[in-house]
């Protein structure tokens, strides 16, 4: 069983017991979310669409940072230089059922 889910803006295909990196969401970590913007479900080769019934529940297993992201910027022969950089915040998540 599987399931296409919007998290935080972005879709994710999902099935039981599948650990994924999503945008970060508030809580801490060992809580458990729960998602019910589901756009497909598929149940032993039925496929429903838009369902509201479908129901996904998540632990969250840490919040992580991804890797430092830099943009520089430089002007050839005017002495502008500038550089900043930031890193991402994700959210390690574990789908513990389907239902």
């Known amino acids: 069983m599987f399931a296409i889910v919007k998290i935080a803006g972005k879709q994710f295909k999902v099935e039981k017991d599948q650990t994924l990196f999503v ?33 996904i529940q998540a632990e969250i297993l840490a919040q992580v940072q991804g890797d430092k992201v830099i943009a520089y910027k430089q002007k050839r022969r005017k002495g502008f230089r500038k550089k900043k950089g930031h890193r991402t915040e994700y959210t390690k998540i574990k789908i513990s059922s389907i239902a």
Do not use: R
């Not at 508030?26 to 032993?44: C, K, L, P």
């Open 23 to 55: 945008p970060k969401l508030s809580g801490t970590t060992g809580s458990t979310v729960e998602f019910s913007d589901v756009i497909m479900a598929d149940a032993n080769g039925n496929l429903t669409f838009s369902n509201s019934s479908v129901k």
